[in-house]
């Protein structure tokens, strides 16, 4: 049930979100009301229901009070990565078609130069960023004295989240807006997910991670309409973790496998010298979590650990116990939303014990937004939807993947494309060819490494490895940069030309040092 409000309203002055490092806190009763205010100034503004809006800022209490906002006026809320680059920035601005877009001081020098959107600064002093304020908007909104808008019969909105393209490019996932019913009605995915989760009005949820991803947005707001209360953290530090888990007395938290790697690091003095008895559910999804780390924190920890295996395009889940994974480790669980089918090449579902490519049958419908194309990669004919991983299922349903997406990097629980990546590395005038794939890395468990076919005329060298980087520097953010890369003769191909990727990652699996170290670059 989407009802913050209604119980912001019985209980205005508990706290509801508290930002982890300064201790500052945010009461329901002011979170609910800047909420709605900006809700009915969005309205004000002409934005009807099904519009766009768009969120660029670090961590902070504003990023929820505009999405809440957004969705009391039917909106979609796009959040945008605070790493991306102005080009990148300005691609999903103009793709989504948002109308308003919502900055900090940080964050501002992100902004492209020429916006077709209104721009909002939610820093009351803009003299560095040369924005319009938003508080300044809202008091002359204020001050007009305007009508309450009615927006009872307007859907609810939701978040509008990007993913890879077939191009490189990014591809907002576009669900159908929530029917209006659902602000006074039980919504079933809410409900399955706190009945799943383990969530209730006592919940005292640690966001370690930023807001811009799906898993951390999504769950702060579903906290917040449970009743619980939300901290979050401007960076993951792991020592300071185990710290807000004692000082807030933190009931659930959500983590990428990253992020319990380096926990695990930690001096077992640290570890263990701090009161993590309030903590009963540690979620965990983003990456596959090596076997032995998953271990090493039961062992810590206790059976609290829940893993799920899902997407940002929503199209399945499942879901796995500490107690399960015990008895089937490696395996992500079973179905709690869905079906699931292993469909081999020619699209026959497979029986247990065969990999193929993983579907979730009896789901919801989505679109990945302008691309078509995409999107029936992504959906059959069947209506079964795909992430487009492998594995298989055992004979009692439990999931096991053998790959994540064929050429997805996954690192520390980031998704990176090899071909956005190739895109502006290939812009280097010495580059005749291009191909990016993760190798293993101890902390982050991929990291991106280019293999390059320099032009005749040009020689392989340090040099000329950092020049290639730097150049692609001023279209692609840093985690995205090349860690390694290698000079070569020749790509793997086919005879059709087709880039055989894989025995690439294969090769390079065994030499992840292979090539020229860029970690500077």
């Known amino acids: 049930m989407h009802d913050f409000h209604s119980w912001a309203d019985a209980r205005p002055d ?24 900006v809700a009915q100034w969005m309205a004000g503004q002409g934005l009807a229901a099904g519009d766009t809006v768009a969120v660029l800022m670090e961590n902070r209490v504003e990023i929820l009070e505009l999405v809440l906002a957004a969705r009391l006026a039917g909106l979609y809320a796009v959040v945008i990565s605070t790493h991306l680059t102005a080009p990148e920035v300005a691609y999903i601005l103009g793709d989504s078609g948002a109308r308003h877009v919502f900055a900090s001081a940080a964050t501002a020098a992100q902004l492209p130069a020429a916006l077709a959107a209104t721009v909002h600064s939610v820093d009351g002093d803009c003299a560095s960023t040369g924005l319009p304020s938003l508080d300044d908007a809202l008091a002359a909104w204020r001050a007009q004295a305007p009508a309450p808008i009615d927006l009872s019969g307007r859907p609810l909105g939701r978040d509008l989240l990007y993913s890879s393209g077939t191009t490189g490019r990014p ?37 370690p991670a930023p807001l811009y991803h799906a898993a951390p947005l999504r769950y702060c707001l579903r906290t917040l309409d449970g009743g619980g209360a939300v901290v979050i953290t401007a960076r993951f530090d792991a020592q300071q973790a185990l710290a807000m888990i004692e000082r807030y007395r933190i009931t659930h938290s959500q983590w990428v496998p990253t992020m319990l790697g380096r926990l695990l690091q930690l001096p077992e003095e640290v570890r263990h010298g701090y009161d993590l008895s309030s903590h009963r559910c540690a979620i965990h999804a983003a990456a596959p979590c090596p076997v032995a780390v998953k271990q090493a924190l039961l062992d810590w920890w206790g059976d609290i650990l829940l893993e799920y295996y899902a997407g940002s395009e929503g199209c399945g889940i499942t879901l796995i116990n500490s107690a399960e994974w015990r008895r089937r480790p490696g395996s992500v669980g079973r179905a709690s939303y869905g079906r699931l089918r292993i469909v081999g090449d020619d699209g026959q579902e497979l029986p247990a014990g065969q990999i193929g490519r993983v579907f979730f049958s009896d789901v919801a419908p989505f679109a990945y937004l302008n691309d078509p194309a995409k999107t029936r990669e992504a959906i059959d004919e069947r209506g ?64 991106p490494m280019a293999v390059v076919v320099l032009r005749q005329g040009h020689a392989a060298s340090a040099e000329m490895a950092r020049a290639i980087v730097a150049e692609a520097g001023a279209t692609l953010s840093r985690i995205k940069r090349p860690q390694r890369l290698q000079f070569v003769d020749e790509l793997p191909r086919l005879p059709t030309g087709k880039l055989l990727r894989r025995v690439l990652k294969d090769r390079l699996r065994e030499q992840p040092h292979a090539g020229f170290n860029l970690r500077s670059a």
Do not use: C
């Not at 009692?396 to 997805?408: C, I, N, P, V």
């Not at 090899?418 to 468990?445: K, M, R, S, W, Y």
């Open 14 to 37: 508990r706290v509801a979100l508290t930002m982890g490092d300064s201790g500052q806190q945010h009461t329901a009763g002011a979170l609910a009301q800047r909420s709605r205010e």
């Open 171 to 207: 591809k907002g996932i576009k669900k159908a807006l929530p029917a209006a019913l659902y602000r006074t009605q039980a919504d079933p995915e809410f409900l399955a997910w706190q009945r799943n989760m383990g969530f209730d009005a006592d919940a005292v949820y640690l966001s």
């Open 384 to 447: 079964w939807a795909t992430y487009g991983d492998l594995g298989h299922v055992d004979e009692e349903g439990y999931l096991f993947l053998s790959d994540r997406r064929a050429d997805l990097i996954l690192s520390g629980g980031v998704n990176l494309y090899p071909q956005e990546i190739e895109n502006a590395l290939a812009t280097h005038p010495a580059v005749q060819e291009v191909a990016v794939v993760g190798v293993p890395e101890p902390d982050f468990g991929e990291q």
